[in-house]
């Protein structure tokens, strides 16, 4: 059983204990309060982000680290867009173990991204069905 190399462990923890999943004042703040704004962003985001999703694990699926890096990118300029930190950092992580052709590290961190992204849109469903 292959483990995670020290340098990766130390980045997951570093994220878990530093970065919130979605900073909301700030994306809130980005968006100048505007509601309709947010959740326009947020449907965008739930869209592009499962089709983003599939474009890394077609990559991964089929070796092609360019395609999975590539994917990952423009995945985590959304998450960067919507203050979504902690998944930013994850996907930054990922673009670069695609860089180094790690896909047994990767498929461990796509998944830590995909969950760190769920509860990232949960907070922002959340905000918005409160009507603050």
Do not use: W, Y
């Not at 990766?8 to 923890?13: A, D, K, L, V």
């Amino acid at each position: 059983m292959k483990h995670a190399d020290p340098d990766t462990r130390e980045f997951t923890n570093h994220l878990e204990t530093v970065l919130p999943v979605i900073d909301l004042p700030a994306l809130v703040e980005k968006l100048s309060a505007n509601r309709q704004m947010i959740a326009r962003c947020h449907d965008i985001f739930a869209t592009d982000s499962v089709k983003a999703v599939a474009a890394i694990r077609k990559g991964m699926a089929a070796g092609d680290s360019k395609a999975a890096k590539k994917a990952v990118h423009g995945l985590r300029g959304m998450l960067v867009t919507l203050e979504m930190r902690k998944p930013a950092g994850t996907a930054e992580a990922l673009e670069s173990m695609f860089s180094g052709n790690n896909f047994h590290e990767a498929t461990f961190a796509l998944r830590l991204l995909e969950e760190e992204m769920n509860a990232a849109t949960r907070e922002i469903s959340c905000f918005l069905a409160a009507g603050e």
